[in-house]
Each structure stands twice: as C-alpha cells, then as structure tokens.
Nanobody
Framework: QVQLVESGGGLVQAGRSLTLSCAASGRTFSTYAVGWFRQAPGKERAFVAAISGSGSSSYYVESMKGRFTISRDNAKNTVYLQMKSQKPEDTAVYSC?????????????????WGQGTQVTVSS
C-alpha cells in the first residue's frame, strides 16, 4: 500500500511556472506507475500525465505536451509535475495517483491510491 501527499499548489500568474510534488510512503514506490489528474470547477477529473515506475516512460495529454513535464526521483519517493506557461484554464485541483499497472495510465479506474489533491489557481 502507498500513501500520497501532493504539495506545491497555489496562486500563480498566467505565463509563470509551477512545480507540483507528489510524495509517497512505502518502500516499493518504484514499482508503481504514477499519474497526475486534474479537476476543474464543474468538470470531471481528467488525465494530465503519467510516468512508469522506473521513470523511463511518460505520457501526456496531447494539449499539454511541451508545457508540462512529469518526472520522478525514486530515491526521494517523489513524483513531480512541472507546469510552464500557465494559463487560466489550468486552474484546477491536481491529484496524483499510483498504480501497479501502466498499461491503462490514462484511466482513473486504473489507479488504486490517490492523494488528497492540491489547488492550482492561475490568474489572468
């Protein structure tokens, strides 16, 4: 089992960058794929990016490629989401999640463990 805690959210001006962290408990963190999802007001939770347990593979929503970068440091049991050139439409609660499987990385149902989420608000 793994517990996840997100941090790094806050208020940021459009065009600026922000990096979120997802800290995990547990000794076998490197065996878990980790995904980032976000939920904007009035919308369903949506996939943002995912990274394999080793960090060798990563995937993004097409519209976020080039602006968002997911990475991980297994020695620190932490996954990061770097977000550049923030837009007001990036405003959402961002949550990280962990899964033993990486094949269905874009599906919410593939993830067994979730953090509580961190709010990101981008002002224009």
């Amino acid at each position: 089992q793994v517990q996840l805690v997100e941090s790094g959210g806050g208020l940021v001006q459009a065009g600026r960058s922000l990096t979120l962290s997802c800290a995990a408990s547990g000794r076998t963190f490197s065996t878990y794929a980790v995904g980032w999802f976000r939920q904007a007001p009035g919308k369903e939770r949506a996939f943002v990016a995912a990274i394999s347990g080793s960090g060798s593979s990563s995937y993004y929503v097409e519209s976020m490629k080039g602006r968002f970068t997911i990475s991980r440091d297994n020695a620190k049991n932490t996954v990061y989401l770097q977000m550049k050139s923030q837009k007001p439409e990036d405003t959402a609660v961002y949550s990280c999640a962990a899964s033993y499987r990486f094949s269905d990385y874009y599906l919410k149902g593939s993830y067994a463990y979730w953090g509580q989420g961190t709010q990101v608000t981008v002002s224009s």
